[in-house]
């Protein structure tokens, strides 16, 4: 490739409404443009990267058995309804109606499309295990679209279904995805964690993510010091303190805490550890009768220790709020218990009007501090038993370091990540839903097991460059980067003796089938090496008159600026090849 038969576009400044590395850089380096929000045009240097994330994809799909597929963008109403997610998806579901007045979505996952086409071609045992995957355009209707390819509203995605005959054979299947996604990860160069996850509103019982590491992640992973533990923050498990609840040394007292409606302020004033006080957040789940006319909200009253937060995943499993829930209004807390917020508490709640959770971290805890119900005023010395009911007790919090591994070996740490992947065994969430089933060997009608399977490919490029980028811009995996090297010529049209050095070097490495790309289009070094730089091409050779009288070309990585190397000009194209296989070894 040369450059002038090329598209090269790069801007000095980002947007201003550009918030993330991999936004700035990428619309700088010509990448990507914005269209609208969420919504970007990827460039002819940004598509080279997402076609190599791609084809990465596609090899280990196809090693791992998948068969590849295109299914629509535009999907039937119908299909949602059946599966139950057409009221359950939320405003993320773009809906539209066409001239018919019929209902249709612009997908944002396929797994209803996929099994509609599985019970209408999937008829026997015979055809099972069975995996399709597709390459598609997806939308989700994000309310707030940001950090570019990070969180766009439009976007590319890898999803792959998987049809067995039972759940052992689904956890089969389950497993070579699993290790596909392994590959895939390493291959583009990324450093990631696998990580034990929540469902979310794609459904099933056994989820794993994978977690580029990056601090401008928004995923927060927790991972055990001893053991090869890992779960995003929203699973992973608190394990209950091992010390026994203390018999209760102190009596009730009323105290007044004018102004202190955090545990923070209460517990300074009166000279206690935040560990001895248990902070109340209220929830609401709202409810409907039979006709479908609103009722009063449950109430919930969730207990946590005074340094510990909610965590709302495993919150949205209690009993009461696992249809949904949503944090009770002012007005709500007033009618349960009498007070503002900042002073809420458990001792003489109704039971009618309040149900009450406490944390398996409060389980073991005595003489402690919660609110009064009364503005100004909290509870000092505060038992379970003796001052009120004993609540049902279950994780809701979210881990902190230095918790004990849930697998019992060391702590846990946090780090945050990019969910890149995810990987679900679904059982028959949408084939009992929708009738997807096949006839075992005695004829008889079975629900297909399934499973499914996504890739972020244009995610996958911006959390590329936020794990690989510095000061001068983008830092490419070789895997993945747009072109593996870049000849920089001191003159290409000036020096006869460069042009040729340059052309030569150029054609025997596309001959060896290297990704190079030949800058020719005689630029000044400072703005042509700063280009490239902030392209983020990995190896570059730059080639010029001073050199070659001694017979030499100047090599240098991206990933080590300061650092020059001269190379005889009829090993260069030798010596490039071994830095490739270095890399991709």
Not at 544 to 551: A, H, Y
Request: aromatic fraction near 8%.
């Amino acid at each position: 490739m040369r450059a002038q038969q090329f598209f090269i576009s790069t801007l000095k400044e980002a947007p201003a409404d550009a918030d993330i590395a991999s936004q700035k850089l990428m619309i700088r380096a010509g990448m990507i443009k914005k269209l609208a929000a969420g919504v970007y045009t990827y460039m002819p240097m940004g598509l080279r990267v997402i076609r190599k994330i791609e084809n990465i994809v596609r090899e280990e799909m196809d090693r791992a058995g998948s068969i590849e597929m295109l299914m629509p963008i535009v999907q039937p109403a119908e299909l949602w309804k059946e599966s139950g997610r057409w009221e359950k998806y939320g405003p993320e579901l773009l809906r539209f109606k066409d001239r018919h007045d019929r209902d249709f979505v612009i997908q944002p996952t396929s797994e209803e499309v996929i099994t509609d086409f599985a019970r209408q071609e999937i008829t026997s045992w015979r055809q099972l295990p069975v995996n399709f995957y597709q390459i598609q355009t997806k939308f989700r209707d994000e309310r707030r679209p940001r950090f570019g390819l990070m969180r766009g509203r439009e976007f590319i995605m890898k999803d792959a279904y998987s049809f067995d005959r039972d759940a052992q054979k689904a956890g089969e299947s389950y497993k070579k995805m699993f290790d596909a996604y392994c590959r895939i990860f390493s291959r583009t160069g990324l450093v990631f964690r696998p990580v034990a996850a929540d469902t979310g509103s794609i459904g099933g019982s056994r989820s794993n993510e994978f977690q580029v590491i990056a601090d401008t992640g928004e995923d927060l992973i927790a991972y055990s010091t001893g053991s090869g533990y890992a779960a995003n923050i929203e699973l992973a498990e608190a394990l209950p303190p091992a010390a026994e609840r203390q018999a209760p040394k102190e009596t009730l007292q009323k105290v007044p805490t004018p102004g202190c409606d955090k545990c923070e302020s209460v517990t300074a004033l009166l000279g206690l550890p935040l560990t001895r006080s248990v902070k109340s957040v209220v929830l609401a789940a709202d409810r409907t009768d039979e006709a479908g006319r609103s009722l009063p909200a449950r109430i919930v009253l969730v207990l946590l220790r005074g340094d510990h937060s909610l965590n709302e995943v495993k919150v949205g499993k209690l009993p009461e709020l696992k249809d949904g829930f949503r944090f009770a209004t002012e007005a709500e807390i007033l009618e349960a218990f009498g007070s503002k917020p900042g002073y809420l508490g458990p001792v003489g709640l109704d039971p009618q009007k309040v149900k009450v959770y406490g944390d398996l971290s409060v389980r073991c805890m005595s003489d402690f501090v919660v609110g009064a119900n009364e503005e100004g005023f909290h509870l000092r010395g505060v038992n379970f038993g003796r001052d009120f009911p004993e609540p049902q007790f279950a994780d809701l919090r979210n881990v902190v370091e230095g918790d004990p591994s849930p697998d019992g070996q060391g702590t846990l740490k946090l780090q945050r990540g990019i969910e890149v992947g995810h990987v679900f065994y679904l059982g028959t969430k949408y084939s009992s839903a929708m009738g997807a089933t096949y006839l075992d060997e005695q004829g008889h009608p079975q629900p297909l097991e399934m499973g499914c399977y996504g890739i972020g490919i244009s995610r996958v490029a911006g959390a590329a460059i936020e794990q690989n980028h510095d000061d001068k811009g983008i830092i490419w995996p070789e895997a993945i980067a747009p072109f593996e090297v870049v000849i920089c010529p001191m003159g290409y049209r000036r020096s006869e003796a460069v042009r040729e050095a340059c052309d030569r070097l150029h054609d025997e490495l596309q001959k060896a089938g290297v990704d190079v790309i030949l800058d020719d289009r005689d630029m000044r070094p400072g703005p042509m090496f700063a280009d490239w730089e902030l392209i983020g091409v990995p190896h570059r050779i730059v080639v010029g008159d001073r050199g070659l009288k001694n017979g030499e070309v100047e090599y240098t990585s991206r990933r080590s600026l300061d650092k020059r190397e001269m190379v005889r000009l009829e090993n260069a194209a030798a010596f490039i090849l071994e830095k490739l296989k270095a890399a991709r070894a």
